[in-house]
T-cell receptor
């Protein structure tokens, strides 16, 4: 049972336009959400995160939106650049208790292709 | 500052063998997590260690084990290797603060394990 779902395996966007990557989750205990970017032959690189007490977090060209009632989050990249071409993973975990595990649950990823 | 470092980069083993993968966290990070990523999937949580104790375990068989050393580095051991263990093994570290603090995990570039 997939608890984090990225339903678009790939997405093609023209350079300079907005890229919107979507992620849905089923576990209502998830409290902290992250986006990672991965190039081939490299590990995932942390991009941006959001906790459940917020509905938006912005960092430069990257904005993450969280809709808790719909159990949905999205990553917006504006403007899209050629270097943004990569696989993007959505990840989530329950509230950190201080003593327990905070292992992440990942989606399958979306391959973003920025067209010149 | 050095990021998360993993060794070896690539490894080829045959079925039934044993393997040990190594990870050094970012300086100052006390928590280390291990993930397995098979082709076409997102990383899947295997273990988390904090202060040399196992704090969480994913849905993996007992053939998988790990430990953390006093310098916070970690080893992942896999016994009786199966063809299905072929994957990219990722290590991640984070500072791990008090309850309620959200700290992203930072990943190494992984060890590519191939089982023949």
């Amino acid at each position: 049972d997939q608890q984090v779902k990225q339903n678009s395996p790939s997405l093609s966007v023209q350079e300079g336009r907005i890229s919107i990557l979507n992620c849905d989750y089923t576990n209502s205990m998830f409290d902290y959400f992250l986006w990672y970017k991965k190039y081939p032959a490299e590990g995932p690189t942390f991009l941006i995160s959001i906790s459940s007490i917020k509905d938006k977090n912005e960092d430069g060209r990257f904005t993450v939106f969280l809709n808790k009632s719909a159990k949905h989050l999205s990553l917006h990249i504006v403007p899209s650049q050629p270097g943004d071409s990569a696989v993007y993973f959505c990840a989530a975990r329950p509230e950190y208790s201080g003593g327990g595990a905070d292992g992440l649950t990942f989606g399958k990823g979306t391959h973003l292709i920025i067209q010149p | 500052d050095a990021g998360v470092t993993q060794s070896p980069t690539h490894l080829i083993k045959t079925r039934g063998q044993h393997v040990t993968l190594r990870c050094s966290p970012i300086s100052g990070h006390k928590s280390v997590s291990w993930y397995q990523q098979v082709l076409g999937q997102g990383p899947q949580f295997i273990f988390q260690y904090y202060e040399k104790e196992e704090r969480g375990r994913g849905n993996f068989p007992d053939r998988f084990s790990a430990r953390q050393f006093p310098n916070y580095s970690s080893e992942l051991n896999v016994n009786a290797l199966l063809l299905g263990d072929s994957a990219l093994y990722l290590c991640a570290s984070n500072p791990r603060g008090s309850a309620g603090s959200n700290q992203p995990q930072h990943f190494g570039d992984g060890t590519r394990l191939s089982i023949l």
